[in-house]
């Protein structure tokens, strides 16, 4: 049984606390959702991306992280790539990526995260799942495998066409397109079954 004052507890603690992430806010298109869910008594989000496209230069092992070229949360156009790629003198592989969106979920008790990850996987996130840790914590993920990865440099001599990264992009763009499509018919569903006890 989970106690319920440390959940609150919790809940209150991470609320009220700084945002880690690199911008600082909730991403626009998941923005009401995120607000819709920490409303409600039994759940409160700690972590989320609505999906985005990114261009990066790997770092090196020793030194972590990465050199962002291009990142947003909406459809690009496929110049914005090629002339990242062109500004970029470094001798280092750059990467192409699409990520869908993800949601991380602290809830009150099993029975209200596993409702919550019907509404998921009926909804298509079918790589969701649930986390029981050590002190009863439920953690609920929502996600998909519905994105992409591809190297555009490897080096100053062998990286792929501007025509390649064109027909790229129309991909990227049209999985964030479905992305979004996918997150408003989990808010609606979620909204139908999760309403405010408060």
């Given at each position: 049984?989970?106690?319920?004052?440390?959940?609150?507890?919790?809940?209150?603690?991470?609320?009220?606390?700084?945002?880690?992430?690199?911008?600082?806010?909730?991403?626009?298109?998941?923005?009401?959702?995120?607000?819709?869910?920490?409303?409600?008594h039994?759940?409160?989000?700690?972590?989320s991306?609505s999906?985005?496209?990114?261009?990066?230069?790997?770092?090196?092992?020793?030194k972590?992280?990465?050199?962002?070229?291009?990142?947003?949360?909406?459809?690009?156009?496929?110049t914005?790539?090629?002339?990242?790629?062109?500004?970029?003198?470094?001798?280092?592989?750059?990467?192409?990526?699409?990520?869908?969106?993800?949601?991380?979920?602290?809830?009150?008790?099993?029975?209200?995260?596993?409702?919550?990850?019907?509404?998921?996987?009926e909804?298509?996130?079918?790589?969701?799942?649930?986390?029981?840790?050590?002190?009863?914590?439920?953690?609920?993920a929502v996600?998909?495998?519905?994105?992409?990865?591809?190297?555009?440099?490897?080096?100053?001599?062998?990286?792929?066409?501007n025509?390649?990264i064109?027909?790229l992009?129309?991909?990227?763009?049209?999985?964030?397109?479905?992305?979004?499509?996918?997150?408003?018919?989990?808010?609606?569903?979620f909204?139908?079954?999760?309403?405010?006890?408060?």
């Amino acid at each position: 049984m989970v106690n319920l004052d440390v959940f609150d507890k919790q809940k209150k603690e991470s609320l009220t606390g700084l945002d880690h992430s690199k911008k600082g806010t909730f991403d626009a298109p998941i923005h009401d959702l995120i607000v819709y869910i920490n409303s409600l008594h039994d759940f409160f989000t700690t972590s989320s991306c609505s999906g985005r496209i990114i261009v990066f230069v790997e770092g090196d092992a020793k030194k972590k992280g990465c050199k962002w070229l291009v990142t947003s949360h909406d459809v690009i156009q496929h110049t914005q790539v090629i002339e990242a790629i062109e500004g970029e003198v470094e001798l280092k592989p750059i990467v192409f990526k699409c990520e869908s969106f993800i949601l991380h979920v602290q809830c009150r008790t099993q029975e209200v995260a596993q409702e919550m990850l019907k509404v998921a996987m009926e909804c298509g996130y079918r790589n969701s799942g649930l986390m029981i840790g050590k002190k009863k914590k439920i953690m609920l993920a929502v996600r998909t495998s519905h994105g992409l990865e591809v190297p555009l440099v490897f080096n100053n001599q062998a990286r792929v066409s501007n025509e390649y990264i064109e027909e790229l992009v129309k991909l990227a763009n049209s999985k964030l397109e479905e992305n979004f499509i996918r997150i408003n018919k989990f808010f609606d569903r979620f909204k139908a079954t999760f309403k405010d006890v408060d």
